[in-house]
């Protein structure tokens, strides 16, 4: 058992709750162009921002079916052919410095992911974060549960912070440290 009280999925797909996702929607300007979601799972983060008025379009490396995936591949395949203007996504943690790195590489405006909190420590990653736009990080209030995507099991009391790491290509400076309540939450 990890420390989120979950087993391990083997594709690192993890359910984010809507609140999540709309607290991050009301609280960042509107997202313009195409916005793409290149580890969708089941589409939360696309449906939510398509009810947003966003154009998504949303991909992952496996179907899960009910979800609206346009293209099933690697991200690393897939960013470059949809040429996004943003990225919003829950990526495999793993995997989340290679994953913003492409994603800054093939968008125009920014970059957002939800991660641990605990993303910002780390000597070898503070030289890293050092040459990245990070423009703001959105620290969710209350904690967020992911249980594994696929599985009945329902959303419990979250045990990790979570927050979403918002990198903009025109930023410059220290980024701001903001945070999200459970807006929309039932």
């Known amino acids: 058992m990890r420390a989120s009280g979950y087993e391990r999925h083997a594709d690192d797909w993890y359910v984010e709750p809507a609140w999540c996702v709309d607290a991050l929607i009301q609280a960042e300007r509107p997202f313009v162009g ?12 696309g449906s939510r921002l398509m009810r947003a008025g966003a154009y998504t379009v949303n991909t992952d490396i496996v179907d899960r079916g009910g979800g609206p995936v346009d293209i099933i591949a690697d991200y690393h395949e897939t960013i470059p052919t949809v040429g996004p203007t943003s990225i919003v996504s829950n990526p495999p943690y793993g995997h989340a410095q290679d994953f913003i790195d492409m994603s800054l590489h093939h968008t125009t405006d920014r970059v957002c992911v939800l991660l641990r909190l605990a993303f ?18 959105w620290v969710c209030s209350k904690r ?3 249980p594994p995507g696929g599985s009945d099991i329902p959303a419990k009391g979250g045990a ?27």
């Open 160 to 186: 990790i912070a979570y927050a979403w790491f918002i990198f903009e290509h025109k930023h410059s400076g220290p980024p701001v440290v903001g945070w999200l309540g459970n807006e929309g939450a039932a």
């Open 120 to 137: 910002l420590e780390g000597v070898k990653r503070r030289a890293w974060f050092s040459q990245k736009p990070l423009a703001r990080v």
């Open 34 to 45: 195409k916005v793409m979601d290149p580890c969708c799972g089941g589409g939360n983060i």
């Open 144 to 146: 967020v549960s992911m």
